[in-house]
């Protein structure tokens, strides 16, 4: 081809048709241009196809991350209403002075008890790693950073955190002087004492606040959870068709 129009300008040189030369090769440099930007536009085309295979494969990776996310929080919030409702019977028995029982051992223990939720992040460590901009859906991607960066931190935060600064201050005192750990339970060590002692009372009705407070944002990134969930799915069914 490079040939062919080689040979046609060699032509119009020696015919001395230098108008038609210009023109000529005007019109190749045209050629020339259009078919590097045909070129660019296919390999465009092929690299936006290469990072929609990246694209679907990660976000099926999230969404494997995103169920054992929903699993995990559905058990640790049945798990804090169970401490509240152990915390609650004991403080009900106490407050009411009512004679110790040996059943009441493993309440005392699960009162004892704070349940940290262990979230499934490395998919979303992934699309970091890439890069965000690789999810195509603007809104989407939005949804994405907010639920790992915004829910599941505030999460962390008010659990978490809060939980290990709580424990060694408040909890671990109390439960030296009045309790000794025998195998799943926790025994009194004076049960009377226990009745006269107001800080244990105030100490779990505080830890009965944090359950019900972690209950809560445990709820709230379950919700936002299932709804990321659902945002991939319609948008790898929009992707699909």
């Known amino acids: ?13 020696k015919e001395n048709k ?17 078919g590097i930007l045909i070129a660019l536009q296919i390999n465009n085309w092929n690299e936006f196809k290469k990072d929609r295979v990246v694209e679907n494969k990660l976000l099926n990776e999230l969404k494997e991350n995103l169920n054992i996310n929903l699993v995990r929080l559905q058990d ?40 940290d939720v262990v979230l499934s992040t490395s998919a979303f460590e992934a699309i970091k790693s890439k890069g965000f901009e690789l999810i195509y859906s603007d809104s989407l991607r939005n949804d994405i950073i907010d639920l790992y960066d915004v829910s599941y931190s505030n999460l962390i935060s008010s659990t978490v955190r809060l939980e290990d600064l709580f424990w060694p201050s408040s909890v671990l005192p109390i439960l030296h002087t009045h309790f000794r750990w025998e195998g799943d339970t926790t025994k009194p060590v004076d049960y009377e004492a ?4 107001k800080s244990y009372i105030n100490m779990i009705t505080n830890r009965r606040h944090f359950r019900k407070l972690a209950a809560k944002v445990k709820s709230e990134s379950l919700l936002r959870t299932e709804t990321l969930l659902k945002h991939i799915d319609d948008y790898l069914e929009s992707t699909t068709n």
């Open 18 to 34: 230098a108008g038609k030369y210009l023109l000529y090769a005007f019109g190749e440099i045209i050629l020339v241009v259009i």
């Open 76 to 115: 640790e919030i049945q798990k804090e209403y169970k401490s509240i409702s152990e915390i609650n019977l004991i403080v009900n028995h106490l407050d009411h002075r009512r004679p110790y029982h040996d059943s009441l051992d493993s309440h005392f223990r699960q009162a004892f008890l704070a349940h």
């Open 1 to 13: 081809m490079i040939k062919f129009f080689s040979k046609i300008r060699q032509q119009l040189l």
């Open 194 to 197: 226990l009745l006269d002692d």
